[in-house]
């Protein structure tokens, strides 16, 4: 068996999308699940849309990630270079267009602006417009063509493809796919600037650094005729390739950086644990045998297995990530959460605070980090209420008898020294027993008092003791005068 190699070619154009995130995970695993190579290569042939500082932003994503690659820019594996701007140097995406040329599989072509202008144009899948081209420069004689190369005329060199037959190709999710060769256009193989084009370099470069299995997304499928032939015309065995469904958003739109959260960055912004976006992006058009969800990296690898990739396309679901970062939450050891969840707690928590126990209160109550925030910012003020809250069916409180505990403890807790979560319960405790109160029916009006709100991170003991004494005290005071009011 061929050893699989595969490798994540990203351009360095910004921020990693989703898309392009998944496909690196899953180039990753197709590798790392029989023991294979994963390669990164630069594909930076496009200067018009080079950002600075997006190569560093690959690789920072891919260590955070554990994406870790075995050749690459930085690891040469006897494949070098791994830089398209680099490899174009050494000649190579210029040598292997003459060969194609030489073989009538090619043709220089000199056409200016204007005239290309004039050709007929089609509207492709993403509705751009693209230029047909009409094989003019397919007729130039070789004493035309070495006129205009010694003339120095600015040059293409292009793909011929014949206007009839048909091409087959086969993918593993799709299987073999058939097209009319009319309908292929005869692509630019080299640009007038002398750089290859990502078509070009990207089959040139897979054969030449013996990439085994191609996986990309589904929106190369219309390309994949035009490679094949390119394989086919140099005498190359093609890879396997494995196309991915397109991912889109809730309202089955392609996930667009509009959304907020199209990018790995976006996601970690926003308070994701990178562990949870991984596992998230994997189950994104690939599902295992059971109903398992919850995945480490290193169980992706043990279990993935790219024939259980699906057509249909992935729907990129907010809700259900924020559900698994959550998950992630609560598997946490408690003193990891504190350290992640420390700059959100400061922030939200300017003062003298015991955020460690804080940093517990709110671990299983919260899905993203900013959710923070909304759990303990009571802590930091009490919020206005309406005494309504005081009212609670179960717990059989209403304003009245509320009014009535507060006046009764607030004597007990001004008299208690040791305001730890402990004590304060034992004392609380002993007055429920002494007056025959369910426990509900004093910590309700208690907890509402301290804190202003329905919902709390916490039980009214553990709240006073963060808040101590004096501020507790001053609070149940603003309770017993509202409710004075009623």
Not at 254 to 268: N, P, V
Request: with cysteine; hydrophobic share 35%.
């Amino acid at each position: 068996m061929e050893k699989i190699r595969t490798r994540y070619a990203p351009s360095p154009t910004g921020r990693m999308h989703v898309g392009n995130l998944r496909s690196a995970l899953y180039e990753f695993l197709v590798a790392k699940h029989d023991n294979g190579t994963f390669m990164l290569r630069i594909e930076d042939t496009d200067q018009e849309r080079y950002v600075e500082g997006a190569v560093d932003i690959i690789y920072r994503t891919m260590e955070a990630t554990g994406l870790i690659h075995d050749e690459g820019p930085d690891k040469d594996g006897g494949f070098g270079p791994y830089v398209q701007s680099e490899r174009m140097k050494t000649g190579i995406y210029m040598d292997y267009a003459k060969k194609l040329i030489d073989k009538g599989e090619a043709y220089y072509c000199f056409c200016d602006k204007e005239r290309l202008a004039s050709l007929k144009t089609e509207v492709d899948d993403e509705g751009k417009s693209i230029t047909i081209y009409d094989k003019h420069c397919l007729s130039l004689s070789k004493e035309e063509i070495e006129a205009n190369l010694a003339a120095g005329n600015p040059f293409v060199i292009r793909q011929n493809i014949p206007n009839e037959g048909t091409t087959t190709f086969h993918d593993e999710l799709y299987g073999d796919i058939t097209v009319e060769n009319a309908e292929l256009d005869d692509m630019i193989l080299i640009k007038s600037d002398g750089y290859p084009t990502y078509n070009f370099a990207n089959v040139v470069d897979d054969h030449t650094m013996n990439i085994t299995h191609v996986v990309r997304g589904n929106e190369y499928l219309s390309s994949s005729p035009k490679y094949v032939r390119l394989y086919d015309a140099f005498g190359w065995k093609v890879p396997v390739y494995i196309h991915l469904p397109l991912i889109t958003d809730e309202n089955h739109k392609k996930l667009s950086k509009r959304s907020g959260h199209a990018s790995f960055e976006d996601l970690i912004e926003q308070g994701f644990l990178t562990e949870a976006v991984i596992n998230y992006v994997a189950l994104l058009g690939w599902s295992p045998e059971d109903n398992q969800e919850i995945f480490t990296l290193d169980e992706l690898i043990k279990n993935f297995d790219y024939h259980r990739i699906s057509k249909s396309p992935a729907v990129f679901d907010i809700v259900k990530l924020r559900w698994m970062n959550g998950e992630y939450f609560k598997a946490m050891d408690d003193e990891k959460f504190y350290e992640l969840a420390k700059p959100y707690l400061e922030k939200a928590l300017p003062g003298n605070f015991d955020l460690k126990k804080i940093a517990k209160m709110v671990k299983t109550r919260i899905e993203v980090f900013p959710d923070i925030d909304g759990q303990v910012d009571f802590f930091r003020e009490l919020p206005e209420y309406d005494i309504e809250m005081y009212t609670h069916k179960k717990m059989k409180t209403n304003a009245e008898s509320s009014l009535q505990v507060l006046n009764d403890v607030l004597p007990i807790l001004e008299a208690q020294e040791d305001y730890t979560n402990d004590a304060l319960y034992q004392t609380l405790l002993k007055y429920v027993e002494e007056k025959g109160y369910k426990n509900g029916y004093v910590m309700w009006p208690i907890r509402t008092a301290v804190s202003g709100k329905q919902m709390t991170p916490a039980g009214a003991t553990e709240i006073l003791e963060i808040l101590g004494k004096e501020e507790s005290l001053k609070r149940i005071r603003k309770g017993i005068e509202l409710l004075s009011l009623a």
